[in-house]
């Protein structure tokens, strides 16, 4: 009897708190996710000429992260640490031998991981994928078998699936300025609806618009039950395409173009939560996969004052940028301590009462109490991989490199002895190393990766089997 009414004074604090939130028990959530969309691409974030009147209008009703950050700085782990809360080594979602999942790829999420959706589903969620997925395309790595009620996307990144001879003496980061680089019919990528291909090759041009409607859909069709809907754009991941409506009206060109049309379609959900009476027990998140693909140039997108871009561990390739959207729960604000997109899976489990496993390490931690009530952020770390190497760590206002390499324009690996050391709050560009005037910061960060690695288990290379 004791235990019992324990459980039932907790239950009853942790309903009183959410009732204070002006969240019911278990409210709707919304995890928007652009792909390769730099910190310095969307107006609140600084970019003079990308239009994005709807996610200023929510960074300015919510919060506006400066300081968060994906968990690979590249497509296939950043998603798996945002679905598990786990950096991807643990699950073997992070490879030296292939970065990402292709189409000829054996492997996906093992099927002992849990995912946010199959946390929600089990609370009574209704729960959507919505876009790119990357976690593996063959049938038992799809959403449906990872949580979601319902899928319409695409499986791996819209670049795949290049027609054969199209790339006959072309280089790749060529192709994509070239006329057969830009028809929509010469990516072969599928459009799925749950495990059924419905259209070959996607249409591109129109694919945002759609994602949206779907996404709209679902909302109106689950209204009466708490839903999670997980919307995962594929633009602006190059190759860009823009519908008619949204070409050549921006002043930064295609990728502008692109940006706006996503922009303008976020506008569009929002309004649908209005509408139809959600919004205020409704949660959104914006952000990114990973940073900018700079060897595309101006059709790649900006870091802003970040360094470097995707497929590194400088900033720009690991911090994004993050709106988080709730009228009449989320306070305006302006959050500069650090959370990662592995903390949406804690904190968005606590939310709905769905116990974190404890039969695995879980690197998400709770952002709630920053959400509702502007505390202080519990992250004051990062550990920055590529594949599975530990490169950088970030402890409070610095981060120490133990090796940099640049992402794809084919520069040399570095290893680091003593490691480079930045004040990224003061130094954002790390630009100015600053190792041999904090020796002791140096040493409290190596303390700090010694605790990290002597209980890291990493998990079977998942990526490195291809047909």
Not at 112 to 126: C, D, I, K, R
Not at 371 to 392: H, I, N, V
Request: proline fraction near 6%.
């Amino acid at each position: 009897m004791r235990t019992i009414l324990t459980i039932a004074i907790l239950l009853f604090a942790w309903c009183n708190l959410r009732a204070q939130d002006g969240l019911n028990a278990k409210p709707n959530v919304i995890i928007i996710f652009a792909d390769d969309l730099g910190y310095g691409d969307l107006g609140v974030y600084g970019h003079p000429t990308i239009r994005t009147p709807n996610l200023d209008r929510m960074a300015m009703e919510g919060q506006k992260w400066t300081n968060f950050y994906v968990g690979a700085s590249v497509c296939t782990p950043s998603r798996a640490a945002l679905l598990t809360g786990r950096l991807p080594v643990r699950s073997g979602m992070a490879s030296r031998t292939n970065r990402v999942l292709f189409p000829d790829s054996r492997n996906g999420l093992p099927e002992s991981e849990v995912t946010l959706a199959e946390q929600l589903q089990s609370a009574g969620y209704a729960t959507a994928c919505i876009g790119k997925w990357h976690l593996g395309h063959k049938e038992p790595y799809l959403p449906t078998n990872n949580g979601f009620d319902y899928y319409y996307g695409i499986p791996y990144s819209n670049d795949m699936d290049i027609r054969a001879g199209l790339l006959d003496g072309v280089g790749y980061f060529d192709f994509f300025t070239t006329p057969a680089g830009r028809e929509t019919e010469s990516y072969n990528v599928p459009l799925m609806r749950n495990t059924e291909v419905i259209e070959r090759p996607a249409d591109q041009t129109t694919i945002t618009r759609r994602y949206t409607d779907e996404a709209i859909n679902f909302i109106k069709d689950h209204r009466e039950k708490p839903f999670f809907v997980y919307l995962a754009h594929n633009l602006p991941h190059v190759p860009l395409f823009a519908s008619d409506s949204f070409l050549h009206t921006s002043k930064r060109g295609l990728y502008g173009d692109v940006v706006a049309e996503i922009d303008h379609n976020i506008g569009r959900v929002i309004e649908t939560l209005k509408s139809e009476g959600l919004a205020e027990n409704t949660i959104v998140v914006f952000t990114s996969d990973n940073g900018p693909w700079l060897p595309f140039g101006v059709e790649g997108g900006s870091a802003g004052l970040l360094r470097d871009g995707k497929g590194t561990t400088w900033e720009g390739g690991m911090r994004e940028p993050c709106i988080v959207w709730s009228p009449g729960n989320i306070e305006p604000a302006v959050i500069t301590d650090l959370g990662a997109t592995m903390d949406l899976f804690t904190t968005f489990s606590q939310l709905a009462a769905v116990p974190v496993p404890e039969d695995r390490v879980v690197d998400g931690l709770d952002l709630g109490p920053v959400f509702f009530r502007g505390e202080a952020s519990p992250r004051q770390d990062m550990f920055y991989y590529r594949g599975d190497e530990l490169y950088a760590v970030r402890m409070g206002d610095f981060k120490a490199h133990f090796i940099t390499e640049s992402g794809y324009s084919g520069a040399g690996r570095e290893t680091h002895d003593p490691p480079l050391l930045y004040n990224v709050n003061v130094d954002p560009s790390e630009a100015f190393d600053i190792g041999a005037e904090h020796p002791e910061v140096l040493d409290l960060i190596g303390q700090l990766v010694a605790e990290h690695e002597a209980k890291m288990v990493k998990g079977e290379d998942q990526l490195k089997d291809r047909d």
